[in-house]
Nanobody, 115 residues
């Protein structure tokens, strides 16, 4: 079993920052791709950022320059530093890991950006 535990969501004003964390445990490899996705009601879940075992990263165009994904392979933990948050960033954020071609998901953590 692969388990993902997320933390760090909350309420922040526009322009503020949050740091999300996701710790993975179970039968995984330190080189497994990990990422963050987000979803709002009635919308498809969308990729926010992804990071591979060698540190290579990809970002959605909407968050480039504002968000930074990183990982600690020894701890099987992925982070998402979110700066200059905008109201449109409001969503449930989900941690993801791909192991053996299968995607595993965390429970989600709410990020709300509002004045």
């Amino acid at each position: 079993q692969v388990q993902l535990v997320e933390s760090g969501g909350g309420l922040v004003q526009p322009g503020g920052s949050l740091r999300l964390s996701c710790a993975a445990s179970g039968s995984i490899l330190s080189i497994a791709p990990m990422g963050w996705y987000r979803q709002t009601p009635g919308k498809q879940r969308e990729l926010v950022a992804r990071i591979f075992g060698d540190g290579t990263t990809t970002y959605a165009d909407s968050v480039k320059g504002r968000f930074t994904i990183s990982r600690d392979n020894a701890k099987n933990t992925v982070y998402l530093q979110m700066n200059n948050l905008k109201p449109e960033d409001t969503a449930v954020h989900y941690c993801n890991i791909v192991v053996g071609g299968r995607a595993y998901w965390g429970q989600g953590t709410q990020v709300t950006v509002s004045s």
